[in-house]
């Protein structure tokens, strides 16, 4: 398989089939009046998830920018 193929674009090595199949477990657990919100839920969430590891990243990358306090250059 090439990289970027529709079979490769959910994690590891999910088909359509597998792909399809779970988002009809997923209807048929929550139901079909749920879903927005489930789906709103989730993109706060992943959209907090990013923000976060962002300000995680810059913050390591300050810290080691600076010298440690008390040392000489």
Do not use: N, W
């Not at 989730?42 to 080691?64: M, N, P, V």
């Amino acid at each position: 398989m090439r990289k970027g193929t529709p079979e490769m674009l959910i994690v590891g090595f999910l088909g359509t089939t597998e792909v399809i199949l779970i988002f009809v477990a997923i209807l048929l657990v929550f139901g079909p009046a749920k879903l927005p919100a489930l789906a709103k839920a989730l993109g706060q969430s992943i959209r907090e998830f990013k923000s976060s590891s962002k300000d995680s990243i810059g913050q390591d990358k300050d810290d080691r920018d600076d010298p440690p306090t008390g040392t000489k250059k």
